[in-house]
């Protein structure tokens, strides 16, 4: 039962509820918060261009936007090890780190989330869906194979993990040579799995600390709504920033790492 001090707060599922129906596609409150990120990431985009543009001289907004790019490059700089990597992907990766600082905290304003329709909340945070953080890692990790393949070409690319020709240039030099060289292209299959992997890791580590900040937030205000909640709203908001670097630095890497000479 609700009261002053405590709120009757149900605690959210694993599964977004479905809103409504479009042409057979259910919208679920966590696609319609997808949706709203995207316009405000729009919004802010087509804001700050114009306010670049109005000045004949660098200002101090001009000013500040030119420092967070400037440490966010250095940032991703650092993880890639070129700063010619960082600038390359700068454009994906930059913009997927502000998509997610905003989808990790644009929710926690008080009183978004009781929107209702049809007796459902209308928003919930996208990365506390598992199809919305999979979807992300997916795409990720399909960018950092294409840029791979642009880099080394198709057939260094497949080689890389199918060694076919390793095991017919290691039978040829003998018994030994073509034991190691099959031994290697089972090693070659392995990072196949591996690939596999970091887009469950990243949708994962994401989705988890999301998901679990919204539960605990729930908990908390069916406990005690007056002040017990704000250490815990305070901690979420740390953990979506947080999250959004770690993911985007996780990203950064694999680029990095698909770039690089070696």
Known sequence: MGSLFQLKSELISVQSDVIFSLFGVGFTNSMISALLVTFLLILLSIWASRSLLVYSKPGKFQLIIEIIVQTALNFFTQITGKEEIARRIFPIVGTLMLY??????V?????????????????????????????????????????????????????????????IEGFKKGIGAGI????????????????????????????????????????????????LPIPFFVLSLFSGVIQAIVFSALTASYFGMALSEE
């Open 100 to 105: 997610l600082l905003i989808s990790n905290t």
């Open 107 to 167: 929710l926690l304003i008080p009183g978004i989330t009781s929107i209702t329709y049809d007796g459902q909340s209308l928003f919930r945070p996208t990365t506390s869906d598992f199809n919305s953080t999979f979807g992300l890692a997916v795409a990720v990790i399909v960018f950092v194979h294409i840029f791979s393949i642009h880099k080394k070409g198709v057939p260094a690319y497949l080689n890389s993990y199918f060694r076919f020709g390793g095991i």
């Open 180 to 227: 190691l060289s099959f031994i290697d292209f089972f090693v070659g299959l392995l990072d196949v799995v591996s690939e596999l992997a970091k887009s469950l890791s990243l949708s994962l580590r994401l989705f988890g600390n999301i998901f679990a900040g919204e539960l605990l937030a729930s908990v908390m205000m069916g406990i005690f709504a007056l002040f």
